[in-house]
């Protein structure tokens, strides 16, 4: 760890503001159209849900009227974006992922951004002259389930800092720092340099800390590498890879770990840090 890194003041309402306007601006919600009755479905199921647990739990006013200003200041701190991915995601990407025979994936996060610099593989990530953290040699190969390598497949990563920062999310970052896309080569092969991020924790300041606090729960994520790999003619798969031996592996606050996700890097027989090799299976479209 540097110590200029630890006087940033990276607020919740900085990473949170910062994804709520990213959301905003990915196109996602673009020309969505859901049918009435798949909204009233839903609407109506999560609302007996919520009525049940209610005449279960025989919740009063005080306890209704704290979720209700609970619930006004996770909007205010623009945190819908990291709510929903911490605490409902993992279950969306698990049944929209069910039928796939290739790569488990896990959720995307908050903090993706789009058209990181592309760099020929082997490639080093975009990273200050002082990085702090063990340098990682990753790399591996991308196929298709039939073993055909796929040439020129996209491997878009992007991970924290051995601070647990986001660049574009927690201020002070240079713009790309530890985001690139490296493209593979006509073997599927790629391989990159980058460091071991640190876990991460999420903002402790802001709504989602203060349910954390609340429950007397943790606020930590595994530390984890986040990845889309692509290729024309194949299913984007949008995964995270954790880390051997992480005390979070097994209570990520987001519960986004699967045991084909983990790594176990060793250290390099030449050259400084760690290496670890793992190969992307894609499904056809
Ligand atoms: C959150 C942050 C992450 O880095 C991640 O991978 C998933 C969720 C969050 O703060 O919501
Ligand atoms: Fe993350």
Redesign the pocket.
């Known amino acids: 760890m540097t110590t200029e890194l630890k006087d940033f003041d990276a607020t919740a309402a900085d990473?949170g503001n910062r994804?709520t306007e990213r959301f905003r601006d990915s196109g996602k919600t673009v020309a969505l159209q859901v049918p009435k009755e798949r909204v009233s479905l839903l609407a109506n199921e999560v609302l007996a849900a919520v009525y049940d647990t209610i005449r279960k739990h025989k919740v009063s006013y005080d306890e209704f009227n704290a979720l209700k200003a609970w619930l006004i200041s996770v909007g205010e701190n623009g945190?819908w974006?990291?709510?929903?991915?911490?605490w409902v995601?993992h279950v969306v990407e698990e049944v929209s992922t069910e039928h796939r025979e290739g790569n488990k994936g896990t959720?995307?996060?908050?903090?993706y951004v789009p058209g990181s610099p592309q760099f020929d593989s082997p490639a080093t990530l975009p990273m200050r002259k002082d990085e702090g953290g063990t340098p990682l040699l990753f790399q591996g190969q991308v196929r298709a389930v039939d073993g055909t390598p796929l040439a020129g497949a996209h491997v878009e990563i992007w991970h924290?800092d051995d601070d647990g920062f986001?660049s574009q999310f927690a201020p002070g970052l240079p713009e790309w720092n530890l985001r690139g896309t490296v493209l593979a080569d006509a073997n599927g092969i790629f391989a990159l340099n980058t460091i071991q991020p640190a876990p991460?924790q999420?903002?402790t300041d802001g709504a989602?800390g203060k349910l954390i606090a609340a429950a007397g729960w943790h606020a930590w994520?595994p530390a984890?590498l986040?990845l889309k790999v692509s290729a024309p003619g194949y299913q984007l798969l949008t995964a995270?890879l954790y880390f051997e031996g992480d005390q979070h592996l097994s209570d990520d606050?987001?519960s986004?770990v699967k045991p084909e996700l983990v790594l176990n890097p060793t250290a390099r027989l030449e050259g400084v840090g760690n290496e670890v090799t793992y190969d992307f299976v894609l499904d056809a479209e």
């Open positions: 990473s994804a945190e974006p990291l709510f929903l991915d911490v995601e959720i995307e996060g908050p903090y924290a986001y991460y999420i903002p989602c994520r984890h986040h995270q606050i987001a986004a």
